[in-house]
């Protein structure tokens, strides 16, 4: 079913966050006398409410920036684990919803010149966006794969039941090797996916959990064609990104504000998950321009900075994602591969004492992934299906303009 054809259910806001209206609330008594970029001093309920999506903008990335600041191993999100990307989506979806109402309360002014133009252009850029959930759902479902390599591998080298015998020396090696491969195939994948069609619009109960005839998993079914790519459809959504000018502002009576701020919100948000899962023809040189009298400016700008520094370290370049726990699948099966060479059988005590330590912190990383990986695919699938309610609801405040 085309993405665009789906119903979403209409659950309420007060499930993701402070609703819109208690943000008017709250504003109303605590205006401090500033007016960000959208406002011009009136103090009315529309600049209020336009001041408060800003702020609130402002306050969910300042919170996502904390995480550049976070050690691994504090207990803290770090910057791309998991939790700060599942944190991420739910930011999204919060800014989703409060713009989406922005729209509905303002369903005059968004179907007239130049501010229609602006809605359209934005919900292209949600089009865009749909092929971006799709193909990251598909790299969860990879990492989801070696999960399944990990879990053998602990099988076999559990001290808990059994001394180690050459055996289960042999099958955790076996299991690595076999991840190794298909973290190998993945880079390659682009010229070896297959070409079936699948959106979250429908119930995949038939997933491709089979492996091929040579023996190693390659790629499972992806979302999109074989020449599609990641990079290119980033590039596509930054395409004529920018800031509204002086003119733009008055003539929408500020609205071109939020519809700037929601566009460099998908943009980023699509663009860190690309930079975290695996994804077909991944690039992260998309192009950010962020002015910096925008009160969310200065976070979004630190976090795109980190992360392409992590993206730039020599252990990560030829990574698969930026993810913190394919990091660590890569560091622990690398290490787990040199002390489970057969040749090495039976290990040295010092050795094996090293190779208890690393299955030690194989368990942790398969125990956040266990946790996290189904959490972290509803909530994309939640993006996808918000990104369409919210696209149609827009559209049809559009529409009231050719009636």
């Known amino acids: 079913m085309p993405a665009t054809d789906y119903q979403g259910s209409s659950a309420p806001f007060a499930s993701l966050g402070r ?82 109402a922005i729209l ?94 699948r959106s979250f619009g429908r119930n995949n109960t038939g997933r491709d959990h089979h492996r091929p005839a040579g023996g190693h998993f390659r790629s499972l079914s992806w979302s999109v ?42 943009l980023f948000v699509m663009w860190a998950l690309v930079a975290a899962i695996p994804c077909q023809d991944r690039g992260l ?11 969310w400016a200065s976070s979004m700008t630190l976090l795109h900075e980190r992360i392409m520094e992590e993206s730039k370290k020599r252990d990560r370049r030829n990574s698969n994602g930026l993810l913190k726990e394919i990091h660590d699948i890569e560091k622990c099966s690398r290490h787990l591969a040199e002390l489970t060479d057969p040749s090495q059988y039976p290990l040295a005590e010092d050795r094996e004492a090293e190779l208890r330590q690393w299955v030690q912190e194989l368990s942790q990383v398969c125990e956040s992934l266990k946790d996290g990986l189904d959490p972290l695919e509803r909530q994309v699938r939640d993006v996808f299906h918000r990104i369409v309610r919210s696209r149609t609801d827009g559209l049809d405040c559009l529409g009231q303009a050719a009636t």
């Open 19 to 100: 609703s819109i209206l208690s943000i008017r609330r709250d504003q109303v008594h605590s205006m401090d006398g500033h007016h960000d970029e959208a406002g011009g001093g009136g103090g009315s309920a529309q600049e209020r409410e336009l001041e408060s999506f800003q702020r609130h903008v402002a306050d969910l990335f300042q919170d996502l920036a904390a995480a550049c600041a976070t050690p691994a191993g504090s207990g803290g999100e770090v910057l791309l684990s998991l939790p700060w990307i599942r944190k991420l989506l739910e930011a999204f979806l919060v800014c989703q919803e409060e713009f989406r």
């Open 285 to 295: 040189q998309t192009h950010f321009s962020i002015p910096r009298n925008f009160l």
């Open 225 to 266: 064609s074989r020449s599609w790519s990641a990079a290119r459809q980033l590039q596509a959504i930054a395409n004529n990104l920018n800031a509204p000018r002086g003119n733009e502002i008055v003539a929408t009576g500020g609205l071109a504000v939020p519809v700037y701020t929601m566009n460099t919100v998908l």
């Open 104 to 197: 509905l309360n303002n369903r005059g002014l968004v179907s007239r010149p130049p501010l229609d133009r602006l809605v359209a252009e934005f919900f292209e850029r949600t089009v865009k966006a749909l092929d971006v959930c799709n193909a990251i759902r598909d790299g969860i479902e990879q990492v989801r794969h070696w999960h399944k390599y990990l879990e053998i591998v602990l099988v076999s080298l559990d001290h808990r039941q059994r001394p180690i015998g050459e055996g289960q020396f042999r099958r955790a090696k076996k299991a690595l090797t076999d991840l190794t491969i298909a973290m190998l195939d993945e880079k390659e994948a682009g010229s070896v996916v297959a070409h079936r069609n």
